[in-house]
């Protein structure tokens, strides 16, 4: 796994300091989807080789929610972006 | 702190410990001010100055947060000053009960406290006025450096007992010793 996160509010931080929250790609399914699409939501999670989108959480630095691109092979980090600015569309 | 009967500091009882490169101590317990919004750490050091309060300094603690901290207690005028002035940009929490500073310093505090945390300290990466959330070990901490050879680690109050046992052991192995208080 990759061992060095760089945090956009606080730089270059060892991932001892975050916690993984799991898949940043799924969405949640609409209130009255069926019983199908909510088991897949809550249970079914895919093991990607290669690029891979997840929610981590800057537990011990800055407390903001993150999503990091990393590819499980190489291990090397794509991407940080924080998870909430993102969905408001980036700026702060 | 109205709600406690008993005003009895944190690391109380502890004494100073000093060596040739390396002090560590407990500060004051002045004040400390969680402030969070969307303001700017210029903005509130002018809020700052506005209010009287030149001896407190404004530290970034994540996304539009930071702590404003001091050696003084701060009086409910002060403390509603700087909540007016601030009014409508950023909410403030005093802390001054719930935070606890120590201070290590010398020519080997920044070895000493990469010990505990992966932050890079050099004065190239982390030049005076830096400040970092991390760790120290496993506590979470909010570290400061103050000057060339100055650190302030700012630490919840009921780890500051803990976190300052773990940083005397260090100072001890850096030759310090107890100085009579």
């Known amino acids: ?92 | 702190m109205p709600d406690l009967p008993i005003y009895r500091p944190a690391l109380a009882g502890k004494a100073a410990l000093g060596g040739e490169t390396i002090r560590l101590e407990a500060l004051p317990e002045g004040h400390l001010l969680h402030v969070m919004g969307a303001a700017t750490t210029e903005e509130i050091k002018a809020h700052l100055l506005g209010t009287g309060l030149k001896a407190s300094s404004v530290r970034p603690a994540g996304y539009r947060q930071w702590f404003v901290a001091g050696n003084d207690r701060l009086s409910a005028m002060h403390l509603r000053a700087l909540t007016e002035a601030l009014a409508g940009r950023a909410f403030i929490s005093d802390q001054s009960h719930g935070r606890i500073r120590i201070r290590v310093s010398g020519l080997n505090a920044a070895q000493v406290l990469n010990k505990g945390t992966a932050v890079d300290l050099h004065p190239s990466a982390f030049p005076e006025g830096s400040t970092a959330m991390t760790l120290f070990g496993h506590i979470s901490m909010q570290l400061t450096r103050t000057g060339a050879d100055d650190f302030e680690l700012t630490v919840l109050r009921s780890f500051a007992e803990s976190l300052h046992e773990e940083l005397e052991a260090l100072a001890v192995a850096h030759g310090a010793e107890h100085l009579a208080s």
């Open chain 1, 1 to 92: 796994m990759a061992s060095l996160i760089s945090c956009p509010h606080c730089g270059t931080r060892p991932k001892e300091e975050f916690t993984v929250k799991g898949d940043a790609s799924i969405s949640r399914p609409t209130a009255d989807a069926g019983e199908e699409d909510w088991y897949d939501y809550v249970y079914l999670r895919g093991n990607p080789k290669g690029l891979h989108k997840e929610y981590w959480h800057h537990s011990s630095g800055c407390r903001r929610w993150l999503i990091v691109e990393r590819d499980t092979v190489t291990h090397k980090v794509h991407g940080v972006s924080d998870a909430a600015l993102a969905k408001l569309g980036g700026g702060a």
